[in-house]
């Protein structure tokens, strides 16, 4: 089994060579939109970023990623050094920059910026943070439902790196990620301290039994807005949804497992360790919520 898929695999796009880049506020081309080597984010992953999806002009949740973006810079002590309407002034700025109107993918970064000198501390920082907004046409392409494998890496107690940080810092999840590639999948299921069913490495994780949605409890994951507006539609549209604590044995007996994330939005899942999940295709609770999100996308 090596014909690896992704979870933010998309359709190769021309257009992306040519694209500008929004880094400290000036628009540079790909080829010219280079940080320094002395740069914090570069040298030891220390900075936060969001990723967000353009649909029909629209960036979808903008509010609710702008507020975990400045969130986590307040938590790690990191001044962005710009406004919330600034920071949104210069995306749809570098949008409009790029002609771009849909089916459009951002990661917006921002570092501590560039040290001093080549150490850890965080007063070596001195410059101001470094900001960058990339932003690529971006399409999914799943060939077909995504396959997981269990890892022993787990996702880890606030006090050790906060699951809910989204910081640049993502070594325990590629590590993960190369663990389940070793095994033969595409992505891994990650576990939590205490050996209940978490999230994987890129994605926070759903599954279906007996028309029921279940996700893990929250706690050692993290905080995802798609994962937040999953659990808000099945309130709403009365479909039983619970947040709690769940083992592999439930697990690999669901009768549909998916993934959520803002660039797939809700992707099947169609084995998990070997064992095929439901029918091993995009199940009929996971296509509904699919319909639900498109529609509050849409709104």
């Given at each position: 089994?090596?014909?690896?898929?992704?979870?933010?695999?998309?359709?190769?796009?021309?257009?992306?060579?040519?694209?500008?880049?929004?880094?400290?506020?000036?628009?540079?081309?790909?080829?010219?939109?280079?940080?320094?080597?002395?740069?914090?984010?570069?040298?030891?992953?220390?900075?936060?970023?969001?990723?967000?999806?353009?649909?029909?002009?629209?960036?979808?949740?903008?509010?609710?990623?702008?507020?975990?973006?400045?969130?986590?810079?307040?938590?790690?002590?990191?001044?962005?050094?710009?406004?919330?309407?600034?920071?949104?002034?210069?995306?749809?700025?570098?949008?409009?920059?790029?002609?771009?109107?849909?089916?459009?993918?951002?990661?917006?970064?921002?570092?501590?910026?560039?040290?001093?000198?080549?150490?850890?501390?965080?007063?070596?920082s001195q410059q101001g943070p470094t900001v960058v907004i990339l932003i690529e046409h971006s399409k999914p392409n799943?060939?077909?439902?995504?396959?997981?494998?269990?890892?022993?890496?787990?996702?880890?107690?606030?006090?050790?790196?906060?699951?809910?940080?989204?910081?640049?810092?993502?070594?325990?999840?590629?590590?993960?990620?190369?663990?389940?590639?070793?095994?033969?999948?595409?992505?891994?299921l990650m576990l939590d301290v205490h050996g209940f069913v978490n999230t994987t490495n890129a994605?926070?994780?759903?599954?279906?039994?007996?028309?029921?949605?279940?996700?893990?409890?929250?706690?050692?994951?993290?905080?995802?807005?798609?994962?937040?507006?999953?659990?808000?539609?099945?309130?709403?549209?009365?479909?039983?949804?619970?947040?709690?604590?769940?083992?592999?044995?439930?697990?690999?007996?669901?009768?549909?497992?998916?993934?959520?994330?803002?660039?797939?939005?809700?992707?099947?899942?169609?084995?998990?360790?070997?064992?095929?999940?439901?029918?091993?295709?995009?199940?009929?609770?996971?296509?509904?919520?699919?319909?639900?999100?498109?529609?509050?996308?849409?709104?």
């Amino acid at each position: 089994m090596t014909d690896h898929v992704s979870t933010h695999q998309s359709t190769e796009d021309a257009r992306n060579d040519d694209i500008l880049i929004w880094v400290n506020g000036a628009l540079k081309p790909k080829a010219q939109a280079l940080v320094s080597v002395y740069d914090s984010g570069f040298m030891l992953g220390d900075g936060v970023w969001e990723g967000m999806r353009l649909y029909n002009n629209r960036w979808a949740f903008l509010d609710d990623h702008m507020d975990r973006l400045f969130e986590a810079a307040r938590a790690i002590d990191l001044d962005i050094g710009m406004t919330r309407d600034a920071l949104v002034a210069a995306l749809l700025e570098t949008q409009a920059a790029n002609g771009m109107t849909t089916d459009a993918h951002c990661r917006l970064m921002v570092t501590r910026g560039v040290k001093t000198r080549p150490f850890q501390h965080p007063k070596l920082s001195q410059q101001g943070p470094t900001v960058v907004i990339l932003i690529e046409h971006s399409k999914p392409n799943l060939p077909r439902p995504i396959r997981l494998a269990t890892v022993p890496h787990l996702r880890g107690l606030p006090m050790t790196q906060d699951p809910k940080l989204n910081s640049h810092s993502k070594l325990n999840c590629i590590l993960a990620c190369i663990a389940a590639e070793k095994a033969g999948a595409d992505e891994a299921l990650m576990l939590d301290v205490h050996g209940f069913v978490n999230t994987t490495n890129a994605c926070n994780f759903f599954i279906v039994r007996k028309g029921q949605v279940w996700t893990s409890t929250g706690d050692y994951c993290m905080n995802g807005i798609t994962r937040q507006k999953v659990i808000d539609l099945c309130r709403a549209n009365d479909i039983p949804v619970f947040e709690k604590n769940f083992s592999l044995v439930e697990t690999y007996s669901a009768d549909e497992a998916f993934l959520t994330g803002t660039f797939g939005a809700q992707t099947p899942v169609g084995s998990i360790d070997g064992r095929v999940i439901g029918t091993g295709d995009l199940g009929p609770v996971t296509t509904r919520l699919r319909g639900l999100y498109k529609a509050l996308v849409g709104a």
